[in-house]
Nanobody
Framework: QVQLVESGGGLVQAGGSLRLSCAAS????????GSWYRQAPGKQRELVAF???????TYADSVKGRFTISRDNAKNTMYLQMNSLKPEDTAVYYC?????????WGQGTQVTVSS
């Protein structure tokens, strides 16, 4: 069973930075890749950033140039570095991976950006 645990969320002023972490129960990201999603109240969950098993990454247009996805294979951990945060970034952030036709989600971590 794959388990994902996010951490690093919190309250930050606009223009500030946060780094989110997603710890996995095994060597999952290097094999299957992973992604970060976010969901604001009353809104659909949206893809923020994706990293393939080979390390290539893509980003939503709204976060390009501000967010960076990365991973540490030795720690089985994926990260999302968020800079120049805006109030529009306020949401619950989730990490995700897929293996054997099953999708695994973390529990989510709250990010709140004040004006």
């Amino acid at each position: 069973q794959v388990q994902l645990v996010e951490s690093g969320g919190g309250l930050v002023q606009a223009g500030g930075s946060l780094r989110l972490s997603c710890a996995a129960s095994g060597s999952i990201f290097s094999i299957n890749g992973g992604s970060w999603y976010r969901q604001a109240p009353g809104k659909q969950r949206e893809l923020v950033a994706f990293m393939s098993n080979t390390g290539s990454s893509t980003y939503a247009d709204s976060v390009k140039g501000r967010f960076t996805i990365s991973r540490d294979n030795a720690k089985n951990t994926m990260y999302l570095q968020m800079n120049s945060l805006k109030p529009e970034d306020t949401a619950v952030y989730y990490c995700r991976t897929d293996r054997s036709y099953r999708t695994y989600w973390g529990q989510g971590t709250q990010v709140t950006v004040s004006s």
